[in-house]
């Protein structure tokens, strides 16, 4: 496998893994190839740094980066999931992995009308759906059944 940095018609740069050389040159002939801003196919290698390898390893490996700095604060989105993740604990029942039982016996009427939120396989939800029970997925699990 090798990393390209390319560059588009609309000067874009991004980069691409690839088999070989002659499988990006194959793929870009055939246009196959698009810039990850743009679309455009007319696409480019890019001038880049070449990467060495040496057969001397370090005294100490290299730290691992930090995913964020603790002190950056949380941005929209994140604070807003948050907020609907309160809400959603707050307000409704979570019932596991019992989530298309309960949600079609409160659409039928044999269970009490209330909020529920858990968990379900993709065919279930899916039948759920085409049943017209009201259902819609939450962008975030329950706190005990993250990795």
């Given at each position: 496998?090798?990393?390209?940095?390319?560059?588009?018609?609309?000067?874009?740069?991004?980069?691409?893994?690839?088999?070989?050389?002659?499988?990006?040159?194959?793929?870009?002939?055939?246009?196959?190839?698009?810039?990850?801003?743009?679309?455009?196919?007319?696409?480019?290698?890019?001038?880049?740094?070449?990467?060495?390898?040496?057969?001397?390893?370090?005294?100490?490996?290299?730290?691992?980066?930090?995913?964020?700095?603790?002190?950056?604060?949380?941005?929209?989105?994140?604070?807003a999931i948050?907020?609907?993740?309160?809400?959603?604990?707050?307000?409704?029942?979570?019932?596991?992995g019992n989530?298309?039982?309960?949600?079609?016996?409160?659409?039928?009427?044999?269970?009490?009308?209330?909020?529920?939120?858990?968990k379900t396989?993709?065919?279930?939800?899916?039948?759920?759906?085409?049943?017209?029970?009201?259902?819609?997925?939450?962008?975030?699990?329950?706190?005990?059944?993250?990795?």
């Open positions: 496998m090798i990393q390209f940095t390319l560059k588009c018609a609309n000067d874009h740069r991004f980069d691409s893994w690839f088999q070989s050389g002659a499988a990006f040159e194959k793929l870009r002939a055939a246009q196959m190839v698009g810039c990850a801003v743009c679309g455009s196919t007319d696409v480019n290698k890019a001038m880049m740094a070449p990467r060495v390898s040496t057969v001397e390893t370090p005294d100490t490996p290299p730290a691992k980066p930090k995913l964020r700095d603790p002190a950056t604060p949380p941005s929209a989105a994140e604070q948050a907020a609907l993740r309160t809400y959603v604990e707050t307000h409704s029942d979570y019932v596991g989530f298309a039982t309960e949600a079609r016996a409160i659409h039928t009427g044999d269970a009490p009308q209330r909020l529920i939120w858990g396989r993709g065919d279930e939800a899916k039948k759920l759906i085409e049943d017209g029970v009201p259902i819609a997925p939450l962008p975030f699990t329950p706190k005990g059944e993250t990795n």
